[in-house]
């Protein structure tokens, strides 16, 4: 992440934690979000394959510009700890939520390590050559949660990893 996006995500944090924070919630296509953090990331890291596969009619209600930033720490992190190979953005549609899954064929992480990666400066020894100060995964779940959403994780070291967020749909129709 840029110096820039560093700035953003700890002044969020800040925010956060002194519940100023408000949020500009909208019916919207998480489509549009994907699309772009794809465009951007196929530029970033031309090395990596990058697929986007979406659902249909996927509207959600959420505040768009934190979703934007949420997808771009998940697909980041995938283009991290993955050295070459794919990342797959793809939306799933269930009855009251949408889920958008980010998967990559990276390093993984270890089962004991799971339940910490979305502690706030958790940094995995396995990791601790790469940039980072352990903000991203938790200010990920902070955006989720704020909007009625959760985060799931499946990973094998060697084989990558899926993070799964689910948000609520709108019963809105665009």
């Known amino acids: 992440a840029s110096m820039k996006e560093l700035v953003e995500r700890l002044l969020f944090l800040a925010r956060h934690d002194k519940k100023t924070l408000m949020l ?29 596969n979406p659902a249909q009619n996927a509207r959600i209600s959420a505040d ?4 934007k ?18 990342i797959c953005v793809g939306v799933q549609l ?5 889920r958008v899954d980010v998967t990559d064929t990276g390093i993984g992480i270890a089962e004991a390590e799971q339940p910490k990666i979305f502690s706030r400066f958790y940094r995995s020894q396995a990791v601790c050559e ?10 990920a779940r902070k955006i989720i949660s704020d909007q009625g959403g959760y985060i799931k994780l499946r990973s094998e070291v060697g ?4 993070f799964s967020v689910f948000l609520p749909r709108s019963a809105q129709i665009l």
């Open 24 to 52: 500009e919630m909208e019916v919207f296509d998480p489509l549009e979000v994907m699309s772009e953090v794809h465009r951007e990331a196929r530029l970033l890291s031309p090395a990596h394959r990058f697929e986007l």
């Open 94 to 98: 269930y009855e009251l939520f949408a």
């Open 69 to 86: 930033q949420l997808m771009r720490i998940l697909v980041d992190n995938a283009i991290k700890y993955t050295e070459s190979g794919s």
């Open 64 to 67: 768009k510009g934190m979703i």
């Open 159 to 162: 084989i990558g990893s899926t």
């Open 130 to 139: 790469e940039e980072g100060v352990g903000i991203g995964l938790y200010l």
